[in-house]
């Protein structure tokens, strides 16, 4: 009798608060249904899932997948949802992919024409996944790399002024596929995401000014941009317009306005309001949010303002989301 296999939504259901070796077991299992599957050494693996024309390469840390609710890697919201193909790489740890058998592994898929089998590709990455997806873009000319808060490299003689990873530091970034704004230069398009309130990752994107570079602002999500993106519903099909090739600034701005009613943002930006003793402006953001939501603690900080004397002018009419 053959095997049973199961829909990627079914499978997905299963994927929740599992351990880590039972959860790469299942995903390579998954993998060798319609791709394959295959280590990349210690701390690395592959896995390729061949369901369509478009092909996204994502580059996920296994503990960071294993955190969300559901557990499954941001493949499989495409393959799911818009039968794309997926090449999931993965981290078991903080690496930056920076390991031979890693760039031995694109070689070979350059040398095989790989990525000519598809009529789109798009590389995907947060952080050190942002920069790997950006580093091995280079592999496959012409694609699309949506980067979240990417590093440009470690190298300390380029980015000593950023001391966030020290021990990452001694990683080999000037070898194969290293220095990420290089590498971007055969892509259509590079869309990089920051926000402009982290001083390292403000001078990070700075350095991956290019002619095909998009970069998007967004103040106030931290580090935390994937997970986000992830909860306000816009991550997935942003990846799907990049494929596309419909994503640009006016696309994107028009999804994130979504954020004036997400409240993780909302009380990032009241923090930074407090933060510049802005009183009158607070008390008017406050009133937005409690006109546009009727968050409580936003009308209670709008209540102690107005204690203190502060007059708001007439408000405007709140325009359509």
Same mark, same amino acid.
């Given at each position: ?165 020290? &021990?990452?530091?001694? $990683?080999?970034? /000037? ?5 990420? *704004?290089?590498? @971007?230069? =055969? ?113 209670? &900080?709008?209540?102690? $303002?107005?204690? /203190? ?5 007439? *408000?405007?009419? @709140?325009? =359509?989301?």
């Amino acid at each position: 009798m053959g095997q049973v296999t199961m829909s990627f939504e079914e499978y997905q259901t299963n994927l929740a608060d599992l351990p880590k070796p039972e959860w790469l077991s299942r995903f390579e299992t998954k993998a060798e249904e319609t791709g394959y599957f295959e280590s990349l050494g210690d701390n690395h693996s592959a896995a390729f899932f061949d369901e369509g024309k478009t092909l996204l390469v994502s580059f996920e840390n296994i503990d960071t997948v294993l955190s969300r609710p559901d557990a499954r890697p941001m493949a499989f919201h495409l393959i799911a949802d818009h039968g794309w193909s997926a090449l999931s790489i993965l981290s078991d740890g903080d690496s930056w992919f920076r390991s031979p058998r890693i760039y031995a592994y694109f070689d070979r898929l350059v040398d095989d024409g790989f990525f000519e089998d598809f009529d789109n590709v798009v590389f995907y990455g947060e952080g050190a996944c942002g920069y790997a997806a950006a580093a091995y873009s280079v592999a496959a000319p012409g694609s699309k790399v949506v980067a979240l808060r990417p590093q440009a490299t470690l190298d300390p003689r380029i980015a000593n002024w950023d001391t966030r990873y020290r &021990k990452q530091r001694r $990683l080999n970034f /000037t070898d194969r596929y290293g220095y990420a *704004p290089d590498m @971007i230069d =055969a892509a259509d398009t590079a869309y990089i995401f920051f926000d402009p309130e982290i001083a390292e990752d403000a001078m990070h994107a700075a350095l991956f000014t290019k002619p095909n570079v998009t970069k998007l602002r967004m103040r106030h999500l931290g580090y935390q941009m994937e997970r986000h993106l992830t909860q306000m519903k816009i991550l997935p099909e942003m990846i799907f317009e990049a494929g596309e090739g419909i994503l640009d600034e006016d696309v994107f701005y028009r999804a994130y306005r979504i954020r004036r009613r997400y409240l993780p943002y909302l009380r990032g930006l009241l923090k930074h309001l407090e933060a510049g003793g802005r009183d009158g402006l607070t008390a008017l953001y406050c009133r937005s949010v409690v006109r546009r939501t009727n968050r409580p603690m936003f009308r209670k &900080k709008l209540d102690e $303002l107005l204690t /203190t004397g502060i007059r708001l002018p007439e *408000p405007l009419p @709140i325009p =359509a989301e």
